[in-house]
């Protein structure tokens, strides 16, 4: 087994600001994704990294960057916080794309 | 475009009742995959069931689901709900060669006693 972790649980920032969101993961899988998770809204692909120094845009990455540091870690930063983002991100991984995917427990943003 | 609807925000539910959550799907795809996810309140959503084989029931943990190519449908059912499986439920596609899941909406299911 294996399991997902992002850090930090909750994050609080201002309007405007930079912030940085992490997810590390110990399955050794090569796939590595971000969603944003809102209200009635479902999850919705933010980037996603198919390997280690790839990234591939989602449905929502207006306003966002990501990193794929090594194989285990996938950053997320929002480049200039919105009181609309405020949301529940979530971390996944897979072994490949449209294979099952493992989910962190996410990371509460606050913007205020 | 590829895409799957959960048309039900919220259904409640007496314990001990059966309920069904609908998931249906558009695709273009012939070799897809599809996958019910649960995630409890303040936890990381976790793999349900999975299925790609068309007609053939899939069971885990009570809930079953069967995948029908010919309505674009696979539904989630359980003949007696509990008290915890009050949760939010995703209904999700793949296919060979997609990029990701593509997730529903979601379908949080309300059990009362």
């Known amino acids: 087994g294996g399991i997902i972790t992002q850090t930090p649980k909750f994050l609080i920032g201002q309007e405007g600001q930079k912030l940085t969101l992490k997810c590390q993961q110990n399955f050794n899988h090569d796939t590595m994704y971000w969603y944003r998770q809102d209200s009635g809204k479902g999850l919705r692909l933010i980037y996603y990294s198919i390997t280690e120094n790839d990234l591939q845009k989602g449905d929502l990455s207006e306003g966002y960057d990501a990193s794929r540091e090594k194989k285990s870690s996938f950053s997320l930063t929002v480049t200039s916080a919105q009181k609309n983002e405020m949301a529940v991100f979530l971390c996944?991984?897979?072994?490949?794309?449209?294979?099952?995917?493992?989910f962190g427990p996410g990371t509460r943003l606050t913007v205020l | 475009g590829d895409s799957v609807t959960q048309t039900e925000g919220l259904v409640t539910v007496t314990e001990g009742l059966p309920v069904m959550l609908n998931c249906t799907y558009q695709?273009?795809?012939?070799?897809?995959?599809f996958f019910w996810y649960v995630q409890y309140l303040n936890e990381a959503p976790k793999l349900l069931l999975r299925?790609?084989?068309?007609?053939k029931r899939t069971e885990h943990q009570g809930f079953h689901a069967t995948l029908h190519k010919s309505s674009s449908s696979f539904h989630l059912q359980k003949s007696s709900v509990q008290l915890s499986d009050s949760a939010l439920y995703y209904c999700a596609l793949s296919y060979q060669g997609g990029r990701a899941l593509i997730f529903g909406t979601g379908t949080t299911v309300s059990v009362s006693p």
């Open positions: 695709t273009a795809y012939s070799d897809v995959a």
């Open positions: 299925s790609s084989t068309d007609n």
């Open positions: 996944a991984s897979s072994i490949g794309t449209g294979y099952e995917q493992y």
